[in-house]
């Protein structure tokens, strides 16, 4: 088949996989996809995944392209961890893996683009993320107060204060950004008792510094 078919349907997605471009056009074969790399027409993400090489040349250094990636390679997922609280400024210095939570196991995955990283959380406690809008498309990022609530769940030896000045977050934008109402709503669907009393210490950080 003719690449400019094959781009002008697949334009529209800014990552597409192996699967859905079978699904799409049956008939074209896996050659043919190794061709149009090697040609410079198309661009790896991560196994079983493409990005057109003009699109990842025109955002190679937006983080949002980075955002769309890691929604798409591993779904249901969204943005979380490190990577969304240097996204609300929380973390002063740059972060360089992107991380995300997701329902399936934990994984990371290596490309040319970024490191990947997804963290296994619970079914019910797949929520508390928003739809951001970038350029035609969107992707999924946590709320700040999620971000902290996912962060503290997944690393459960941040416990006393004296763990969180370690973490060196940035106590200004905290008390300035954090919906506390919305903090508690959400610790109540965890229900896990020692995450609770992490909170507590959270929250009298803020207090004390």
Do not use: C
Request: aromatic share 18%; proline share 3%; net charge positive.
């Amino acid at each position: 088949m003719k690449y400019i078919e094959f781009y002008q349907y697949f334009r529209k997605f800014p990552v597409f996989s192996h699967t859905e471009v079978k699904k799409v056009f049956p008939s074209l074969n896996d050659v043919q996809l190794t061709r149009w790399q090697k040609e410079g027409y198309l661009r790896p993400v991560v196994r079983g995944f493409y990005v057109f090489t003009d699109l990842a040349q025109t955002f190679s250094l937006n983080e949002k392209f980075l955002f769309l990636i890691a929604n798409k390679i591993r779904q249901p997922s969204y943005i979380s961890l490190e990577m969304a609280l240097s996204w609300y400024n929380i973390i002063p210095e740059g972060v360089y893996l992107v991380t995300s939570v997701t329902t399936k196991t934990t994984a990371e995955f290596n490309s040319s683009f970024a490191k990947f990283v997804f963290k296994k959380i619970k079914n019910e406690l797949m929520f508390g993320y928003k739809i951001e809008v970038f350029e035609n498309y969107t992707f999924k990022i946590a709320s700040l107060e999620k971000a902290i609530l996912d962060y503290l769940y997944l690393y459960p030896k941040i416990e006393v204060i004296e763990d969180f000045e370690g973490l060196r977050w940035n106590i200004s934008e905290l008390r300035e950004k954090l919906d506390q109402e919305k903090l508690n709503r959400y610790l109540q669907v965890f229900n896990q008792k020692q995450l609770n009393k992490r909170v507590e210490t959270f929250i009298n950080y803020l207090k004390v510094n």
